[in-house]
T-cell receptor, first 113, second 112 residues
């Protein structure tokens, strides 16, 4: 029972490089999310999706892009990495039911230098 | 604009005693409240939740209390165990939005 799987676990990028953080879930959840967690801070929502082909901005979307071509996958793209994007990124999914808890992956720790 | 606040960054409790973690919110539209627990190098895991139509929900050693008039909720852990040492996040969502807003977290340390 894999749940939510994120790859890679760690990555170091140089300023201006690009990369894609991968996220896949095997629970057939319609809703998927990307959060980032900065040191000493809570999780802030970057983007979310309520189903394949539908995405929307969260609280901190600048510098990121997402796509949702299948129910299972929700990749997060960084086009021009900046030091401010150094963070731990968490992907999550939930069923389409109000109040349902989110199921999180184990995160990707990204450092931009 | 911090809609969900956990004002205590850390809390230290003796094993066997009660741990009380607090959370305040500002958005009166929030109708679901959840607590998550996070160990280092892992994602947050769901612990317990409460809807706005209740004022208490219990699950084993964990109880969440909701005071809507004060816009305050708390998580009680009784008795506290060493494995409870983790960071605890309070989160809230409003009707149908299915987007969780998180507090900053409280690091709980249980001392033997």
């Amino acid at each position: 029972n894999a749940g939510v799987t994120q790859t890679p676990k760690f990555r170091i990028l140089k300023i201006g490089q690009s990369m894609t953080l991968q996220c896949t879930q095997d629970m057939n959840h319609n809703y998927m999310y990307w959060y980032r967690q900065d040191p000493g801070m809570g999780l802030k929502l970057i983007y979310y999706s309520v189903g394949a082909g539908i995405t929307d901005k969260g609280e901190v979307p600048n510098g990121y892009n997402v796509s949702r071509s299948t129910t299972e996958d929700f990749p997060l793209r960084l086009e021009l990495a900046a030091p401010s994007q150094t963070s731990v990124y968490f992907c999550a999914s939930s069923p389409q039911k109000p109040g349902s808890p989110l199921h999180f992956g184990n995160g990707t720790r990204l450092t931009v230098t | 604009d911090q809609q969900v606040k956990q004002n205590s960054p850390s809390l230290s409790v003796q094993e066997g005693r009660i741990s009380i973690l607090n959370c305040d919110y500002t958005n009166s539209m929030f109708d679901y409240f959840l607590w998550y627990k996070k160990y280092p190098a892992e994602g947050p895991t769901f612990l317990i939740s409460i809807s706005s139509i209740k004022d208490k929900n219990e699950d084993g050693r964990f109880t969440v209390f909701l005071n809507k008039s004060a816009k305050h909720l708390s998580l009680h852990i009784v008795p506290s165990q060493p494995g409870d040492s983790a960071v605890y996040f309070c989160a809230a969502s409003d009707q149908g939005a299915q987007k969780l807003v998180f507090g900053q977290g409280t690091r709980l340390t249980i001392n033997p």
